[in-house]
């Protein structure tokens, strides 16, 4: 039983336009959410991160959004730029001392130019 | 020069050989982690160690086992590597820093076992 679910696998956009990368939780209990990009031969690198008592965290043209409600989290990056095109995945944490993540499927983000 | 390292990059082996997967990292960071990649189902967390002395089980550890010889290095091992272990493995480490709780992943070793 996945506990975090990307549930497209891939993504196509404009250069320019916004992307939008979506994932769904169902355990209740975690409260912090991050998001990786992976590059093909690469290690996966940490892009962003929110904690369960914030509904939106920014870092220049990356956003992150938590509805706890709807057990739903998205991923927005604009402008899209050619160099986004990565795999990106969606991981979840309960709080405890392991720091244990919970990945999703992944989402291929291809930004065309 | 990269922060968390691994060693082999690549590695083809056959069923029934043994093989170990180095991680090495100068984060100074205290716990470590083994995931695998299986296309499809992202990262699968296998084992990780809180330090030396603690050595815990992932979601997936059957027919693996780990040695964290020091706060810098920890290794994983497949005793007797069958083809459904063909797939791309990642050392990750963190530490407790404000809340935050991110991993750093090393560049990843990717077994093929035949």
């Known amino acids: 039983d996945q506990q975090v679910k990307q549930n497209s696998p891939s993504l196509s956009v404009q250069e320019g336009r916004i992307s939008i990368l979506n994932c769904d939780y169902t355990?209740?209990?975690?409260?912090?959410f991050l998001w990786y990009k992976k590059y093909p031969a690469e290690g996966p690198t940490f892009l962003i991160s929110?904690?369960?008592?914030?509904d939106k965290n920014e870092d220049g043209r990356f956003t992150v959004f938590l509805n706890k409600s709807a057990k739903h989290l998205s991923l927005h990056i604009v402008p899209s730029q050619p160099g986004d095109s990565a795999v990106y995945f969606c991981?979840?944490?309960?709080?405890?001392?392991?720091?244990?993540?919970?990945f999703g499927s992944g989402t291929r983000l291809l930004v065309r130019p | 020069d990269a922060d968390v390292t691994q060693t082999p990059r690549n590695r083809i082996t056959k069923t029934g050989k043994r093989i170990m997967l180095e991680c090495s990292q100068t984060?100074?960071?205290?716990?470590m982690y083994w995931y695998r990649q299986d296309p499809g189902l992202g990262l699968r967390l296998i084992y990780y160690?809180?330090?030396?002395?603690?050595?815990n089980k992932g979601e997936i550890s059957d027919g693996y086992s780990v040695s964290r010889q020091a706060q810098a290095k920890f290794s994983l091992s497949l005793e007797s590597a069958i083809p459904n272990q063909t797939a791309l493995y990642f050392c990750?480490?963190?530490?407790?820093?404000?809340?935050?709780?991110?991993?750093?992943f090393g560049p990843g070793t990717r077994l093929t076992v035949l």
């Open positions: 355990n209740s209990m975690f409260d912090y």
């Open positions: 929110i904690s369960s008592i914030k």
């Open positions: 984060k100074g960071h205290d716990r």
């Open positions: 990750a480490t963190s530490i407790e820093a404000g809340g935050r709780r991110e991993q750093f």
């Open positions: 991981a979840a944490s309960v709080w405890d001392s392991s720091y244990k993540l919970i």
């Open positions: 160690s809180f330090d030396v002395k603690d050595i």
